[in-house]
């Protein structure tokens, strides 16, 4: 007999070799009905993966995260089974699960896959799926695993098992399919109750541009038809709020080939609400005690080579430049944090001067492979709110828990009330990833769980997800279509003080290390925007948006009126334009609508004449006529209300 731990902790015997199935049956013939996969002794197992030893076992369904991967890697498994039956001569690299659905890299040859063709592949997707063939895991040695793929000279799958060590390959069979796999699959492909192929792209093999280029297949796969229709529905949707496209037709950035691939130009309507949101974060944080620096968008290569930062990213940073000078060298800056550690440097520090919160608005470098840009959210060139906190020790608690605090005044003030904090913590089996003291780790490590745990966060914890040098506090949030971005980071670090020599003389008068602590709450101003658009669709918040009032007049006769109300508006701080173009008033007024204005005012005779004004809400029509007053008062009422309710 074996003993099998619950999460609940509670201890059941079992007979050696049950599988996880089998435990599920023990608890519920409907938990048994709906387990994808399990996890023991933190290994991710099959359904039917016999138990040899005592343990503890987590079983994961369609509502887990692990759960959907195991259903959508198990899918991958089907998409390749279903290329091979229809293109015999395809070779096979890899197909992975991913935050939403899989996709499979695959060599064609020189043919390139139709829409057409993405139907034909998704009915024989399905059809394989309907025959519930298992899927069974097996050892192969690594000269077995080359013979079967020298066989079908697949010289993708023969790369990968030469990188891979004797006595650590597997492979999973399913029907008459077989794919190099670690593992984690469904118990059978009949769970796979409906699938869609959503589209084709190029992909480099292992991400290289010197490499043959791939076909990869994305998809996505459901238990039920009716998620599928939903998640399908979702997508329309999204499509209506990509940022790339709201962000053209509200005139808030654009890109130009000349200027360079993934360098946003903010056009005067964008670079308004950039200079609102760092407004509105300055504000904040002048009433928590941070103070504005600036540092250049260069440094010294050695810089970067002290902070680690050249080591780790150096990579993904852009050409060095050589100057002049003999043994001269610059980069683009890829952090603040190494310029901010050189501020604090410039003088020495008491106990009682500290903390010190230095905030800039830092425009970054990465050299992101062109592949990986998108729009907003992934550029070359980008604006971190950032800000670095120098604190004793002793200060570390209560500076980390106003951190967040501050983090959650920015959510709160732009509507994301929907998120789970995340722990990222380091993974003890790849120290080589990261430098340091380790006691420092566990420290640091420490000091965030317990400020979520006594902040009442809802969080997990992510081994792996830590930077380099230090753990952090990431916060995942949910945008109105139920997607998960990750936003606010706040880091704690003993490293960066140690390898710049950052000191302070504690009351003891010796010199003592200082804690760092970095961030930032938006992450980037870009990503930020990207993410802020695609979740209001477009319609910020009163105080936010761009342009608050579109004063539309009828014809030429009313210029002079429209004017009027124009200056009166501006003249109270409402942000207001006119339209006195020679167009009908129905046309400027859905002109009106699709630019998302929150007001307008339409002014012809009448207006003129009772010198009142014709009002429409965005979204909500006709309000009726009123004095401009009034309407500066509802409006300064609405951003007074929406203001106290996030300061509260």
Known sequence: MIEIRFPDQSVRSYPKGTTPVEVAQGISEGLARNVLSAKFNDKIVEGATPLTEDGTIQLFTWNDDQGKTAFWHSSAHVLAQAILTLYPQAKLTIGPAIENGFYYDVDFGDHSITEKELRDIE????????????FKMRDASKQEALDFYQKDQNPYKIELIENLEDGTITFCDHADFTDLCRGGHIPHTGFIKAVKLLNVAGAYWRGDEKNKQLTRIYGISFPKQKELTEYLELLEEAKKRDHRKLGKELELFTFSQKVGQGLPLWLPKGAALRERLEDFLKAAQKKAGYEQVITPHIGNKELYMTSGHYEKYGEDSFQPIETPAEGETFLLKPMNCPHHCEIYNTRPWSYKELPKRYAEFGTVYRYEQSGELHGLTRVRGFTQDDAHIFCTPNQLDEEFKNVIDLVLYVFGSLGFDNFQAQVSIRDLKKPEKYIGDPKNWEKAEQAIIDAAQEKKLNFVIEEGEAAFYGPKLDFMVKDALGRKWQLGTIQVDYNL?????????????????????????????????????EHTGGNFPLWLTPTQVNVLSVSEKHEKYAQKVLNFLENNEIRASLDNRNETIGKKIRESELSKVPFMLILGEKEAELENISVRKHRFGDMGSMSAENLVELISKEISESISKFES
């Open 497 to 533: 003080p140690e390898r710049f020599d950052l000191t302070y003389k504690g009351s003891d008068n010796e010199l003592h290390r200082p804690v760092m602590i970095h961030r930032a709450p938006f992450g980037s101003l870009e990503r930020f925007v990207a993410i802020l658009l």
């Open 123 to 134: 009915k024989k997707f399905l059809e394989c799926a309907r025959q519930k063939f298992e």
